[in-house]
């Protein structure tokens, strides 16, 4: 069985950072891409960033480039993003995701696999 879990989430004022953490088990993802998604109510679940888990292939959402950093640890098979220059529309639910089709995240935003979510809050 697949798992992803998300850690990290958590409170911060405008201009702050967080990092986020997605752990995989269940299952060797050397050749799945490595998702972040969010949502908040009422809105469309929107892409964040993908990373390929071998080749290193990186895509943002307009709305973080420049702030966002997506990496991943092969070794510990957990994917992280570095948030910086925090701002109260990055405030959602974030949602760890893989696939093994980076049309399918960055495109049509759906995975196969998700994990639970963690809230990032960010106060103005």
């Known amino acids: 069985q697949v798992q992803l879990v998300e850690s990290g989430g958590g409170l911060v004022q405008a201009g702050g950072s967080l990092r986020l953490s997605c752990a995989a088990s269940?299952?060797?993802?050397?050749?799945?891409?490595m998702a972040w998604f969010r949502q908040t109510p009422g809105k469309e679940r929107e892409f964040v960033a993908v990373?390929?888990?071998?080749?290193?292939?990186?895509r943002y959402a307009d709305s973080v480039k420049g702030r966002f950093t997506i990496s991943r640890d092969n070794a510990k098979n957990t994917v992280y993003l570095q948030m910086n220059s925090l701002k109260p529309e990055d405030t959602a639910v974030y949602y760890c995701?893989?696939?093994?089709?980076?049309?399918?995240?960055?495109?049509?935003?759906?995975?196969?696999?998700w994990g639970q979510g963690t809230q990032v809050t960010v106060s103005s």
């Open positions: 990373i390929s888990w071998s080749v290193g292939s990186i």
């Open positions: 269940g299952r060797t993802f050397s050749s799945y891409y």
């Open positions: 995701a893989a696939d093994g089709s980076i049309h399918t995240i960055a495109v049509l935003a759906a995975a196969n696999y």
